[in-house]
């Protein structure tokens, strides 16, 4: 078998490892109904320990390229005709552009184990009660200390919601603001904003992007007032509002009593020695929501979110969607608050940005 592992490169193992399956299976050379090498056989001939070997089986399996079968081992269930006709030398680099075979954060796995392994002794039977509705108190306690260090964002728990990622949040957006307004988002954005929206029955505006953020005459032309907007690194564009810009968002959601929806996915990731201001706490008199997630600081994978409501929309929030349960698991909530409190997650992303700062000077 042609499997190796590079000790130099830093991905983990269990990632180089998966993207060699993935490479072949897309190629062919694995086609749907065959049975991969076992585990320990793939131990063996690269070195890796038999539990590094599972953790990329597990996540072929979780990506929808294999499927664990009883008494039969690890067996591949993709189907060439599952990617629209794509020709297969085309697939593998389809894949990984879209970010969807690799964790790009470089989160330590051995800290997320070591975490989980300490939230199993220390919680005890608590990970089997049900959360609530609006996330875990652990979580949203240390979400807003987290928040008030490392952003500059003063909140209370009951402002914080917790949920399944960003899409999910979207979703919620929707219900709490409704589909009688007219929703504008940036053009070009990610897909799924749009995709989200259009699903619940919303109608988008698309306005277009200039380089410090949504052109002035597009705002100024819409009728929209509820505005999603991605102030940090939009994709697929690149953009970073400035902050003049980001002072305009404000103005024009102020003139129109308008609601902003600030997604700040990957914002903790900048390489600027000061974090990115975020529009939520630049005026308090704006209505802000506030969405950020931990799929790109931890790990794709990592299917949680949360959104920070401005004070005067909890109570109507509670009101209207208080009832719904909170979509995450207890453990995986537990694990993050122990992330945040034991800051192994802030230590994380300053070496990412120090990082990222080094690579940015050559």
Same mark, same amino acid.
């Given at each position: 078998?042609?499997?190796?592992?590079?000790?130099?490169?830093?991905?983990?193992?269990?990632?180089?490892?998966?993207?060699?399956?993935?490479?072949?299976?897309?190629?062919?050379?694995?086609?749907?109904?065959?049975?991969?090498?076992?585990?320990?056989?793939?131990?063996?001939?690269?070195?890796?320990?038999?539990?590094?070997?599972?953790?990329?089986?597990?996540?072929?399996?979780?990506?929808?390229?294999?499927?664990?079968?009883?008494?039969?081992?690890?067996?591949?269930?993709?189907?060439?005709?599952?990617?629209?006709?794509?020709?297969?030398?085309?697939?593998?680099?389809?894949?990984?552009?879209?970010?969807?075979?690799?964790?790009?954060?470089?989160?330590?796995?051995?800290?997320?184990?070591?975490?989980?392994?300490?939230?199993?002794?220390?919680?005890?039977?608590?990970?089997?009660?049900?959360?609530?509705?609006?996330?875990?108190?652990?979580?949203?306690?240390?979400?807003?200390?987290?928040?008030?260090?490392?952003?500059?964002?003063?909140?209370?728990?009951?402002?914080?919601?917790?949920?399944?990622?960003?899409?999910?949040?979207?979703?919620?957006?929707?219900?709490?603001?409704?589909?009688?307004?007219?929703?504008?988002? #940036?053009?070009?954005?990610?897909?799924?904003?749009?995709?989200?929206?259009?699903?619940?029955?919303?109608?988008?505006?698309?306005?277009?992007?200039?380089?410090?953020?949504?052109?002035?005459?597009?705002?100024?032309?819409?009728?929209? !007032?509820?505005?999603?907007?991605?102030?940090?690194?939009?994709?697929?564009?690149?953009?970073?509002?400035?902050?003049?810009?980001?002072?305009?968002?404000?103005?024009?959601?102020?003139?129109?009593?308008?609601?902003?929806?600030?997604?700040?996915?990957?914002?903790?990731?900048?390489?600027?020695?000061?974090?990115?201001?975020?529009?939520?706490?630049?005026? !308090?008199?704006?209505?802000?929501?506030?969405?950020?997630?931990?799929?790109?600081?931890?790990?794709?994978?990592?299917?949680?979110?949360?959104?920070?409501?401005? #004070?005067?929309?909890?109570?109507?929030?509670?009101?209207?969607?208080?009832?719904?349960?909170?979509?995450?698991?207890?453990?995986?909530?537990?694990?993050?608050?122990?992330?945040?409190?034991?800051?192994?997650? #802030?230590?994380?992303?300053?070496?990412?940005?120090?990082?990222?700062?080094?690579?940015?000077?050559?």
């Amino acid at each position: 078998m042609n499997y190796t592992v590079d000790r130099n490169e830093h991905k983990p193992a269990y990632i180089q490892l998966y993207r060699q399956f993935v490479r072949d299976i897309t190629a062919g050379v694995y086609q749907y109904g065959d049975k991969l090498p076992s585990k320990r056989t793939l131990a063996a001939d690269t070195g890796l320990s038999v539990i590094t070997v599972e953790h990329a089986m597990t996540l072929l399996c979780e990506e929808g390229y294999a499927e664990a079968r009883q008494r039969s081992g690890i067996t591949v269930i993709y189907k060439g005709e599952d990617f629209l006709g794509q020709k297969r030398s085309e697939r593998a680099p389809m894949l990984e552009k879209s970010g969807v075979v690799h964790n790009t954060s470089e989160f330590p796995f051995s800290v997320i184990t070591r975490t989980m392994r300490r939230v199993m002794l220390d919680y005890g039977d608590k990970i089997l009660v049900k959360s609530d509705n609006h996330g875990c108190p652990e979580l949203r306690n240390e979400l807003c200390l987290y928040l008030a260090r490392s952003r500059g964002i003063f909140v209370s728990p009951g402002q914080i919601v917790v949920g399944s990622g960003a899409e999910y949040l979207y979703g919620m957006v929707v219900q709490l603001l409704g589909t009688d307004s007219l929703y504008a988002i #940036e053009n070009p954005s990610y897909k799924k904003i749009y995709n989200v929206y259009n699903a619940m029955g919303v109608t988008c505006e698309e306005l277009k992007m200039n380089v410090d953020g949504i052109d002035s005459d597009e705002l100024k032309r819409t009728k929209a !007032r509820i505005l999603h907007i991605t102030p940090f690194n939009s994709y697929p564009s690149g953009v970073t509002a400035t902050i003049s810009k980001k002072h305009e968002y404000l103005r024009w959601a102020k003139r129109r009593d308008g609601v902003l929806i600030e997604d700040n996915y990957d914002s903790e990731l900048t390489v600027s020695r000061k974090p990115e201001e975020p529009l939520f706490s630049m005026d !308090r008199d704006v209505n802000v929501i506030y969405i950020n997630t931990f799929s790109r600081t931890i790990a794709s994978a990592i299917r949680v979110g949360y959104m920070i409501l401005p #004070e005067k929309m909890v109570d109507v929030f509670n009101e209207k969607l208080g009832f719904y349960s909170c979509p995450v698991p207890i453990f995986d909530q537990y694990v993050l608050a122990e992330l945040l409190k034991s800051g192994d997650f #802030e230590r994380h992303i300053n070496r990412v940005r120090r990082k990222r700062r080094k690579e940015n000077s050559h």
